[in-house]
C-alpha cells in the first residue's frame, strides 16, 4: 500500500537538488514526516474524546447460524489496545474499527493514568483490568496490541507477571523493548528512565523466561523516529516465541494507524498458534528481520 501525494509540491525541487538514489530516501522521509504532522493533528482533535475509561456493554449475543447443523467455530478472544506514554485509546479509533469489521466482537481500550511513573504498577492494573475482561466475557484468554510504551507494559506484565497465563499473542507497534536513547532531556520523567538501555525494568526483561506460552509479533519501523537505535523495536529474547516484522515507509504514530499495518495486526492475530508452543520452543525465535511491511 502506498502513502501519496503529501509531498507532492516538493518532488521536483529534490530531483534536481539530490542524487537520484538519496532523493529518493528523501522523498520516503518527506512523504512519513508529513503523514506524522497530519496524524499528530487528527490525533489531537480526537484526544479529549479518548480521556475517560470507555463504557464497556455486555456482549451480545452472536446470530444464530442459518444451517442448525452446521458446528459452531471457536470464538475469537477478546483484543485489549493499550496506548502509549502521554496518550489516551482515542489512538486506537482507526484499528478498533478495522479489527470489529473483520470479526473481533469484543475489542477493548485500556486507559493508564498520564501520570503513571512505574511500568512494574502499571503492569499489575493491567494484569486486573484483564482478570476483570475474562471474567465478564467468559474468556480464557486474551490479545493485546500495545502501542510504544504500551507494549512494554504489556510485555512486562506478561514475561514478570505470570501473564501468559492469560495473553495468547501479544503484538506490539514500535515498542522500545531494549530500550531507547533517543530524547535524553526527557530524561526527568521516570517512566522515560525506565524505558533507557540498562534500566532496571530493560534488564528484567532480558533476563531468562522459560516456558512463556505467549507469542510475540513486533512491528517496527526504519522510519520510527523515537526508536534509538531502531532495532530496539525488535523482540530479542532466546526464550520468547517471537516474530520481528519492520515496517517501511512510516513512522511512530503512524503505526496503530495505518491501514496496511492494521491488516498485518488482524493476520498475526488470525494466525493459529501450536496447542503446545513449549515442545516447539526451538528455532521459534525470530530474527529482527524476519517479515517485511512496505507503506511507501
Known amino acids: 500500500m502506498k502513502v501519496t501525494g503529501v509531498a507532492a509540491p516538493f518532488l521536483p525541487l529534490c530531483q534536481r537538488l539530490l542524487p537520484s538514489r538519496l532523493a529518493g530516501l528523501s522523498m520516503t522521509l518527506l512523504k512519513a514526516t508529513a ?7 487528527g490525533h489531537l482533535l480526537l484526544y479529549p474524546s479518548g480521556i475517560t475509561q470507555e463504557h464497556r456493554e455486555p456482549l451480545p449475543e452472536p446470530p444464530a447460524p442459518e444451517d442448525a447443523t452446521q458446528l459452531p467455530t471457536e470464538a475469537k478472544p477478546p483484543v ?6 502521554i496518550d ?24 493508564y493514568s498520564p501520570l503513571t511513573c512505574d511500568i512494574r504498577t502499571a503492569a499489575e492494573l493491567l494484569g ?8 465478564r466475557t467468559g474468556s480464557r484468554e486474551v490479545d493485546i496490541v500495545g502501542h510504544s510504551l504500551g507494549g512494554l507494559i504489556a510485555r512486562y506484565y506478561v514475561q514478570r507477571l505470570g501473564g501468559d497465563l492469560r495473553v495468547r499473542t ?33 534488564e528484567e526483561l532480558a533476563r531468562p523466561a522459560p ?9 517496527w519501523s526504519d522510519l520510527d523516529h523515537l526508536m534509538e537505535p531502531l532495532e530496539t523495536a525488535c523482540v530479542d529474547h532466546p526464550d520468547l516465541i517471537a516474530q520481528n516484522v519492520q515496517v517501511s515507509g512510516i513512522g511512530h504514530l503512524a503505526l496503530p ?4 499495518v492494521a491488516t498485518g495486526i488482524r493476520q498475526a492475530l488470525d494466525t493459529p498458534l501450536p496447542k503446545t508452543p513449549a515442545a516447539n520452543r526451538t528455532g521459534a525465535h525470530a530474527s529482527p528481520h524476519a517479515g517485511g511491511l512496505t507503506v511507501a
Open 257 to 260: 494507524v495505518h491501514p496496511a
Open 88 to 111: 489516551n485509546r482515542s489512538v486506537f479509533v482507526l484499528l478498533r474499527r478495522s479489527l470489529a469489521q473483520h470479526g473481533r466482537r469484543q475489542v477493548e481500550s485500556l486507559n
Open 80 to 85: 485489549v489496545l493499550l496506548h502509549g506514554f
Open 170 to 202: 501479544l503484538v506490539t507497534l514500535g515498542t522500545p523493548h531494549s530500550g531507547t536513547a533517543v530524547v535524553p532531556l526527557a530524561n526527568a520523567h521516570p517512566i522515560v528512565r525506565q524505558m533507557r538501555p540498562g534500566s532496571p525494568v530493560i
Open 35 to 41: 503523514l506524522e504532522i497530519v496524524i499528530l493533528a
Open 211 to 219: 516456558g512463556c506460552r505467549t507469542h510475540f509479533v513486533s512491528f
Open 128 to 135: 486486573r483490568h484483564i482478570e476483570e475482561i475474562c471474567e
